[in-house]
């Protein structure tokens, strides 16, 4: 079917994200470690093997920065790719919108005054129809937000809209849309950065003489 493959990308981590405000048309910029985040996507592309011959982006600042912060170029922004319009739901938290309205979920209810899940499964479709056809040329790289990040890669399965609750997408995290057996897969999903563990000197030094370690010295284990 397809030799090549999608890599969905979110932006950095921003003030927003970070206290997880939903944000869509608010329009605000990377925190100091959203910088930190986007600068490691090209350590991640390597590792999965990809190679971006075209690359899409939101319209929105984050996106865009994060694109040029990991050195890709964006060939075009694409407004299908901007974060679902949350309408009344902009800048305030799940946790505030559940006082109201307990069982809420975006995937299943949308947002009042701004997209129905329909909706947004439209402009996911639309962009992944134009993506399969970029990927007789190379692998795409669209780089958006984290619920359209969910939305696309459940649609590129065939699931409806609903199953986007089921997969997670961190800030400047990669899912890896592919095929397996000439059919739409989820090759990886909210890939993101290994951090080393922190180890104590005596669990260093153990490494260093080729052991691991005994007894309460070691914590490798719970790294």
Known sequence: MYQHRIALIRHGQTEWSASGQHTSTTDIDL???????????PSLLFGLGLVPTTVWSSPRLRAQRTAALAGLRVDEIVDDLAEWAYGEYEGITSKQIRVG????????QGAPGGETP??????????????????EHGD????????????????????????????????????????YHEAPCIEHANVVPFKAPHL???????????????GEDSELGHA
């Open 101 to 108: 309205n307990p069982s809420w979920s975006v995937f299943t």
């Open 200 to 214: 104590e000197p005596a669990a260093s030094a153990a490494l260093e003489a080729g052991t691991s370690g005994t």
């Open 140 to 179: 795409v790289a669209l780089v958006c937000h984290g619920h359209m990040s969910r939305v696309l890669a459940v649609r590129w399965v065939g699931l409806p809209i609903a199953a986007g609750g089921l997969i997670l997408m961190n800030p400047a995290a990669i899912t890896v849309l592919g095929t």
């Open 118 to 135: 329909e909706e947004v499964a439209g402009r996911a479709d639309r962009v992944l129809g134009r993506a399969r056809a970029a990927l």
């Open 31 to 41: 925190t100091d470690e959203g910088v930190d985040q986007a600068m490691t996507i």
